[in-house]
């Protein structure tokens, strides 16, 4: 029995950061032009430009969630597509040293996912992504017999409707309880077609971006959103909102979660999928079987806070990921502003 399994892909993502890579706000004209956050990241168009930084990392939602479940002690499986690829062997050695159980759920001829983030010197990002149509879970792979597991962490990715509502399915008749980080070929199948998902999900979670996309709300009505996606059938809601924290709601209460200051932003890639698997972990963590209890929300939502600075403090997704060890003991992570408010 796995404590947890992580479900989605894993990619080679490879980081550019340049200072010529600016970073544009203006609201006004940017919405219009289809950017909902009325902020863009920029460089000159013909031109020729220096990259000043280049590195090289495993990313991918699950494969990132994982390596947080694994540091954090927890026993963790992996549905993770990875490639028949020399680098998706790579991604496997990496994962394997982690203690992640992977299993083969992907084509003979499938090809590694692959990310190429922009870095501005904010560490504000911008993410390029290529995804081969055959490195994808299919569900002849699936080794059913052997999911068991107290909780499945899904990045949906661009995994079928289908094989998504068969994993949950499977899950909740062992009696597992079900996190979604929906992806944007998610989303745009609109709440309609994804509600047998969505009603199933304990726990969803999304940035407030995602969240407008989703249920057609404007972006700043925050509260407006949530209470929409809670009405689709999720016991509780987390949406991130960036250097503002995050809000964590349940039938009765609203947790608005402060951030941890940063020693520095060095990427943003990844904070999401850190907060998200933070806030899993730390449920689990605590061995209390009602997630929505008080003292569990508000230690995994430390955790979940924690792990996402640590993450963005350094350059990719997982290298910032913190251990069991890290967060108990680090002063730094002690304390965190929570407000409660009635739903």
């Not at 080679?12 to 032009?33: G, I, M, T, Y």
């Not at 002849?140 to 995994?159: D, F, L, M, Q, V």
């Not at 980080?181 to 509600?195: A, D, R, V």
């Not at 995050?246 to 020693?263: D, L, M, R, S, T």
Request: aromatic fraction near 8%.
């Amino acid at each position: 029995m796995f404590d947890i399994i992580s479900i989605g892909t894993a990619t080679q993502d490879v980081f550019w950061k340049s200072p010529l890579f600016k970073v544009l706000r203006d609201p006004e004209h940017l919405e219009a032009l289809g950017f909902p956050t009325g902020e863009a990241e920029c460089f000159a168009l013909g031109s020729k430009i220096q990259i000043k930084d280049l590195n090289f990392d495993i990313g991918g939602g699950a494969a990132n969630a994982a390596v947080t479940f694994a540091r954090q002690g927890l026993k963790t499986g992996g549905l993770i597509a990875i490639g028949n690829d020399e680098v998706g062997k790579n991604i496997k050695i990496g994962l394997k040293k982690e203690k992640i159980k992977l299993f083969p759920v992907t084509k003979d001829t499938s090809k590694t996912a692959y990310s190429t983030i922009l870095l501005s010197k904010t560490g504000e990002r911008t993410i390029l992504y290529y995804r081969d149509d055959d490195s994808n879970i299919i569900s002849e792979k699936i080794p059913w017999r052997k999911i068991k597991t107290k909780w499945i962490y899904i990045a949906t990715g661009t995994i079928s409707l289908s094989i998504l509502k068969n994993i949950v399915d499977h899950v909740k008749k062992q009696g597992g309880k079900v996190s979604i980080n929906p992806s944007s070929h998610f989303i745009k199948q609109g709440l309609k077609k994804t509600k047998s998902i969505l009603r199933k999900t304990d726990i969803l979670f999304l940035n407030q971006e995602e969240g407008s996309y989703f249920t057609k709300i404007q972006f700043s009505k925050g509260k407006a959103i949530i209470q929409k996606l809670q009405s689709e059938g999720p016991k509780m809601v987390v949406m991130t909102k960036g250097k503002d924290g995050a809000v964590i709601a349940n039938k009765k209460h609203h947790y608005n979660v402060g951030v941890f200051k940063e020693k520095t932003i060095a990427d943003r890639t990844g904070a999401g999928d850190a907060f998200g698997s933070g806030f899993i972990a730390g449920i689990i963590g605590t061995k209390e079987k009602d997630f929505q209890n008080e003292k569990v929300i508000l230690r995994a939502a430390r955790l979940a806070a924690a792990n996402a600075t640590a993450v963005v403090e350094k350059v990719g997704a997982q290298r910032g990921a913190l251990t069991k060890s890290q967060f108990e003991k680090e002063s730094r992570w002690k304390k965190l502003q929570i407000k409660k408010e009635e739903a």
